[in-house]
């Protein structure tokens, strides 16, 4: 992933998707699936405690941080929790990644037209407000 500037991560329980992005294209850097385990499904049943979700792997966690190391800015997109938790392991255990994550938004499944449409405007509009460096 050498000399990506803007990376979009795409996550959920099961995988993550990078994406690099330019103004003008969208290329998938890599896909990332979690370990099974050997669980499959898992599914909540009435009248257990807790909200019946599995947490995210930590191994898997571990991998798409890594996968992200060469990226300057960093957009985090997904369904559920998983988004959240890749913030969360990233500030934790890779304080200086950490800061260059520019945001974590809730997105479904998407085309990587739509994918791509979202990191533009997304990465544009922040570029616009960030104050000019001297």
Known sequence: MTGTY????????RLARLYHVTRDTIAELSSIHA???????????????????IAVAPAFLKAVAEALESA???LIVGPADAKTALKKYIDLQ???LAGRIRGVEPMERA??????????????QRDLMTPAKN
């Open 94 to 96: 890779m304080p200086l």
């Open 35 to 53: 370990p099974d385990d050997g669980r499959g499904n898992i599914h909540h049943k009435a009248g257990t405690m807790g909200s019946g979700h």
């Open 72 to 74: 300057q800015e960093i």
């Open 111 to 124: 085309s990587n037209e739509e994918i791509h449409a979202f990191a533009t405007l997304y990465f544009r």
């Open 6 to 13: 803007h990376v979009l991560v795409w996550i959920d329980h």
